[in-house]
């Protein structure tokens, strides 16, 4: 089983509006990661969490806020967004994050929109 | 020059033919590579890991050439279905960083 699983599939949300990204894996992965990812162009790393401590954060505005509340779990807290920050949000985890098993498998991602 | 680099292509072949696709890289201290293929409006999927000593799985192979900094991909009797997005992901660890790159992909189109 391979299956990282995100939800919402799909969210539009207000500029003011306050929501979160939520994704799940049982594969006993110790590292997850977001990405966010424009038409046309490969994933961009937003955040890896590692044994559930955040290891990278590249740069991202705060309104882009993540959390790891266990092994199996990660969200990502969105506030006051932009429209420019519209675009397909993906999840990944891997057995580890550094060594062998580095292989990351993708939820099937959120596509926000925000207006 | 960008860290890891890929032909965007696209590249359009005759389903039956064989294609190959490179990747390069710039950092000589990278560690992992792996080959995923993404479909329009799909997440990616993993496709191979690239392993020093080469690796095959059914129709697809992967090389890795360190001295030269770059990995291929090799795909055989190409199928409809084999038409996506293929990325390239180079991972690195230095002194107190961590790496992971993509590759802006190359799109392969088979047709009948």
């Known amino acids: 089983d391979t299956e990282v699983t995100q939800t919402p599939k799909h969210l539009v949300m207000g500029m003011t509006n306050k929501k979160s990204l939520k994704c799940e894996q049982h594969?006993?992965?110790?590292?997850m990661y977001w990405y966010k990812q424009k038409a046309k162009k490969p994933p961009e790393l937003m955040f890896v969490?590692?044994?559930?401590?955040?290891?990278i954060n590249e740069s991202v505005p705060s309104r882009f806020s993540p959390e790891c509340p266990n092994s199996s779990l990660l969200n990502l807290h969105l506030h006051a967004l932009q429209p420019e920050d519209s675009a397909l949000y993906l999840c990944?985890?891997?057995?580890?994050?550094?060594?062998?098993?580095?292989?990351?498998?993708f939820g099937q991602g959120t596509r926000l929109t925000v207006v | 020059r960008k860290e890891v680099e890929q032909d965007p292509g696209p590249f359009n072949v005759p389903e039956g033919a064989t294609v190959a696709f490179n990747c390069t890289y710039s950092?000589?201290?990278?560690?992992?590579f792996f080959w995923y293929r993404q479909d329009c409006r799909k997440e990616p999927k993993l496709l191979m890991s690239?392993?020093?000593?080469?690796n095959e799985d059914g129709r697809f192979t992967a090389q890795l050439n360190r001295a030269s900094q770059y990995i291929s991909l090799l795909i055989r009797d190409s199928k409809l279905s084999d038409s996506a997005t293929y990325l390239c992901?180079?991972?690195?660890?230095?002194?107190?960083?961590?790496?992971?790159?993509w590759g802006a992909g190359t799109k392969l189109i088979i047709k009948p």
């Open positions: 690239v392993y020093s000593s080469g």
């Open positions: 990944a985890s891997s057995r580890t994050l550094t060594g062998l098993n580095t292989e990351a498998f």
């Open positions: 950092n000589s201290a990278s560690q992992s």
């Open positions: 969490y590692s044994y559930e401590k955040l290891s």
């Open positions: 992901v180079v991972t690195a660890i230095g002194d107190s960083n961590y790496q992971l790159i």
């Open positions: 594969m006993g992965h110790r590292a």
